[in-house]
């Protein structure tokens, strides 16, 4: 394979495929459902709100004593899956009520 630049040639052979591919609507449509990934800046710029910690620590509060008086591995796991997210969320409120 060449690595040298494109001849006028290969150019508008190149130029005119990637015209129909735009023109394709439908290929379009595929393309961005693919490319679309939560990056982490966007995760990192996350601000909850409020009532959203507030749900998410009542749940979490609510699955640990389930968990603790039950010691049902499903509830342990609900608890061990939104724990986390539960920490993340307030962690993030608390830095956002703290910036100057």
Known sequence: MATGRLSDDERRVLAEMERALRRDRRLDRRLRTLRWRPGLSRLASYTPRPLTVALLLAVSVALMVAGITT??????????????????????????????
């Open 71 to 100: 010691s049902a591995p499903a509830v342990i796991w609900a608890f061990a899956a939104i724990w986390p997210p539960t920490l993340y969320a307030a962690f993030r409120l608390l830095c956002h009520w703290t910036e100057p």
